[in-house]
């Protein structure tokens, strides 16, 4: 097999391979072929099958009886801040009760960092991520709060990620506490309009405390006038209409959903909004975990993300979430699986990526198991021994 680029690369003796697509080897949703092999062509993959059927190619890369699985997509990051709030974690594990009013001291932190030193912090946790299995990742603005911080957030993650997401209406500024219909205007206009060149999202706090339905609804629509598509963080910290908002403006994703009625969940199943569950922001808080099996058994669409931010969820970690969500929130090892890599794709709207096919992204990952059960089997141990990006091995 020749490629335009000149080389091409077959990882063989893979003991269990995860394509997510049904149409291949044993049928299931991850589309799992044993004893298998896949082909990387340029930046994509050119093939999949079993081992002994595999094209000649320039280059041979023995799995050694190990799984490949693509490479994680964690739709729902903030990685663009400075600072950390030890301190906080340390009081509401020693006690005391989370509210959304930590986020202020992350945005003090923020406006006071450096371009440097955010593009710093953010590049460090992205290479945290890529060692874990992470190979696309979404990540959000919501720490500066103003036209000028908003907008230096989205600039830098542009530079790291095609998946950026404007995130102004993370809570209403602390400059604007007073009037938050004076700073939801400045959100849906000026702060916008600096933001929208750099982003391809839009995503809201809908929730007592940030923002209300009528609030967020306003600010959606703004973003969707000026091309940037919803997200809506829905119904984490109590009954609302989030998960409802996100299905009639046709959000991508409606992200945590641990607060759902009956009508949410209908809703969500007759809509292409994905459910985007987060369990590492209800370890950290010691929240009631989202009803995971309660949304599959309904039709959902469900991805599976970290929510890494310094205040509620500080991990980068995936592999850590699919073994909370098997563990505690009713999914099996193959919906964690696959939730957390072609599930997170439908949550960015995604087809190159989150799968092993022809033609999909060459984003795949090692894993030190004979099979991917071992990321929910094996909690907490680093199983990700290697991965590649685009058809390039990264670690």
């Known amino acids: 097999m020749s490629s335009s680029n000149g080389t091409t690369t077959v990882i063989t003796n893979i003991a269990t391979l995860v394509t997510n697509d049904p149409s291949l080897?044993?049928?299931s949703p991850l589309g799992l072929i044993q004893d298998a092999a896949v082909v990387i062509d340029g930046d994509r993959v050119a093939w999949t099958g079993e081992s002994s059927k595999a094209p000649a190619t320039d280059n041979r890369v023995d799995a050694e009886g190990r799984a490949v699985i693509p490479g994680f997509v964690d739709s729902h990051s903030h990685l663009v801040f400075a600072g950390d709030r030890t301190q906080e974690f340390n009081a509401r594990m020693s006690g005391r009760s989370?509210?959304?009013g930590g986020i202020r001291t992350t945005v003090a932190a923020t406006r006071a960092a450096s371009d440097e030193e955010l593009e710093a912090n953010l590049t460090r946790y992205l290479a945290e991520a890529?060692?874990?299995?992470?190979?696309?990742?979404?990540?959000?603005?919501?720490?500066?709060?103003?036209?000028?911080?908003?907008?230096?957030?989205?600039?830098?993650?542009?530079?790291?990620?095609?998946?950026v997401t404007y995130l102004g209406a993370h809570i209403v500024s602390?400059?604007?506490?007073?009037?938050?219909?004076?700073?939801?205007?400045?959100v849906t206009g000026e702060m916008l309009d600096a933001c929208a060149p750099y982003a391809r999202w839009i995503d809201v706090f809908c929730e007592k405390g940030a923002f209300d339905g009528d609030q967020a609804r306003a600010i959606l629509t703004a973003g969707k006038a000026k091309g940037l598509h919803p997200r809506v963080h829905a119904n984490q910290l109590t009954y609302g209409p989030g998960v409802q908002l996100a299905v009639e403006l046709d959000a991508?994703?409606?992200?945590?959903?641990?607060?759902?009625?009956?009508?949410?969940?209908?809703?969500?199943?007759?809509s292409r909004t994905v459910a985007t569950l987060l369990p590492g922001a209800e370890f950290s808080t010691r929240a009631e975990w989202p009803n995971a099996r309660r949304l599959l058994d309904a039709g959902v669409t469900v991805a599976l993300s970290?929510?890494?931010?310094?205040?509620?969820?500080?991990?980068?970690?995936?592999?850590?979430?699919?073994?909370?969500?098997?563990?505690?929130?009713?999914?099996t090892p193959d919906e964690a699986v696959w939730s957390a890599t072609a599930g997170g794709a439908a949550a960015l709207r995604r087809t190159d990526v989150g799968r092993l096919t022809p033609g999909a992204y060459a984003d795949l990952a090692l894993l030190d198991a004979p099979s991917h059960v071992h990321l929910a089997y094996r909690p907490g141990v680093p199983l990700v021994s290697r991965v590649w990006r685009r058809g390039v091995p990264v670690i």
């Open 98 to 100: 989370y509210s959304a």
């Open 25 to 27: 080897g044993d049928g």
């Open 252 to 270: 991508a994703s409606a992200d945590h959903c641990t607060h759902l009625t009956d009508e949410d969940v209908d809703a969500l199943a007759h």
């Open 306 to 331: 970290t929510d890494c931010n310094p205040g509620s969820s500080f991990t980068s970690s995936v592999p850590f979430c699919v073994a909370l969500a098997v563990r505690d929130m009713g999914m």
């Open 174 to 186: 602390p400059d604007h506490a007073d009037d938050p219909a004076v700073y939801v205007a400045l």
């Open 130 to 163: 890529l060692r874990q299995g992470t190979t696309t990742f979404e990540t959000k603005s919501g720490y500066g709060l103003t036209v000028e911080d908003e907008a230096r957030s989205l600039r830098i993650a542009a530079a790291h990620t095609d998946e």
